[in-house]
């Protein structure tokens, strides 16, 4: 598998592209097509990515797997800990080892940036998910509710997951 820093205006696109339908494929079952919509376009359009990457210091991969695009992640230093804001894989290529595989690169990036720990929240309705961090290590520390404006909420935990103890 290889992991492609997006950098590039056409990477950019690229990963607008990618998240676009991995998000309707994904986040159906838990959330309205109203918030999707919303959701996507705030976080996950190619001006909110571009954004993020130049004002916010995220830096995103795309999973590249036999020529074929199967998932991104995205990552954002912050003081004492790796954000990890996103990670999603192709429905056709879940389950498959590349979500460990590119937990494995996120976890390199956070020693690079040194960090030793590495935080997250995930929908508390994600159970699949949650399990799947739980097997990697992360532990529930919080919960919160995020007000992301236009009448939606995220209702989240708090994830992390510590590289001196795992």
């Known amino acids: 598998m290889n992991f492609i820093n997006v950098k590039t205006s056409a ?14 494929e994904y986040w159906t079952v838990i959330l309205s097509l109203s918030q999707i919509d919303y959701m996507v376009e705030k976080f996950q359009s190619k001006d909110a990515i571009a954004s993020q990457i130049k004002n916010d210091k995220y830096i995103y991969n795309i999973l590249e797997d036999n020529g074929n695009l199967i998932g991104y992640f ?10 990890l804001s996103k990670l999603y894989i192709k429905k056709d290529f879940r389950n498959l080892g590349s979500g460990k595989l590119a937990f494995n690169k996120i976890k390199q990036i956070a020693l690079e940036y040194r960090k030793n720990k590495i935080q997250l929240t995930v929908n508390k309705n994600n159970t699949n998910t949650i399990k799947a961090y739980e097997k990697w290590g992360f532990k529930q520390i919080d919960s919160v509710v995020t007000d992301i404006g236009f009448g939606f909420v995220m209702d989240d935990y708090i994830m992390e997951y510590s590289l001196e103890e795992n």
């Open 11 to 24: 990477e950019i696109e690229k990963l607008a592209n990618l998240a676009n339908e991995i998000w309707y």
């Open 74 to 83: 995205g990552v954002c230093p912050k003081d004492d800990y790796l954000f």
